[in-house]
């Protein structure tokens, strides 16, 4: 029973240039999020999306970052002109529903721009 | 907007030694909390729930009560080991109180337990 998979687990770019992130949620899960943690914090709530639909992206910064969930295949979390500020761990989380229900993670991608 | 706000650590702990961590939460609806752990290198991975006032969330010995009058959800664990060296974060979900469900996360404990 594979759980969320993330890829790659490191990733390092140099600035300027573009990120992109995968997720593969469980089996059966629809709903999948997006999450980032800085050095020595929680992690933020960054989008949240279910299958060809963006449900919330609050958390998103307005520029350079989109995600997406197409009908086939993993989720993208996509990172153009990265900064130094965007180095991060990026979590991926998916549930079968909304809500109070369990959402397992994956075990993110560490971005480090250079 | 909703938040939570739990104990700075670094915690340090002797093993068989009693082990609190402090959380409480701001929300406008009824959430869901949440305990999650996090070991060196890897994602989050759940460790106890609770859905509504006065539930009690158990797992691996560890527990916590959903308190609504304190607006509380400490975690408690009679007597750790040094495997529950890790970070501990408190997390809630507020479904009704405006958001999409997503979890909204304290800021970490770290715990560390020397033998």
């Known amino acids: 029973n594979a759980g969320v998979m993330q890829n790659p687990r490191h990733l390092v770019r140099r600035r300027g240039q573009e990120a992109r992130l995968r997720c593969s949620p469980m089996k059966g899960h629809s709903h999948v999020y997006w999450y980032r943690q800085l050095p020595e914090e929680g992690l933020k709530f960054m989008v949240y999306l279910q299958k060809e639909n963006i449900i919330d992206e609050s958390g998103m910064p307005k520029e350079r970052f989109s995600a997406e969930f197409p009908k086939e295949g993993p989720s993208i979390l996509r990172i153009q002109q990265v900064v130094r500020g965007d180095s991060a761990a990026y979590f991926c989380a998916s549930s079968a529903q909304t809500g109070g229900t369990e959402a397992f993670f994956g075990q993110g991608t560490r971005l480090t721009v250079v | 907007g909703d938040s939570v706000t739990q104990m700075e650590g670094p915690v340090t702990l002797s093993e068989e030694a009693f082990l609190t961590i402090n959380c409480t939460y701001t929300?406008?609806?009824?959430?869901?909390l949440f305990w999650y752990v996090q070991y060196p290198g890897e994602g989050l991975q759940l460790l106890l729930k609770a859905t509504k006032a006065d539930d009690k969330g158990s797992n691996k010995g560890f527990e916590a009560t959903y308190r609504k009058e304190t607006t509380s959800f400490h975690l408690e664990k009679g007597s750790v080991q040094v495997s529950d060296s890790a970070v501990y974060f408190c997390a809630l979900s507020d479904l009704y109180g405006g958001s999409q469900g997503n979890l909204i996360f304290g800021k970490g404990t770290k715990l560390s337990v020397k033998p």
């Open positions: 929300a406008t609806g009824y959430p869901s």
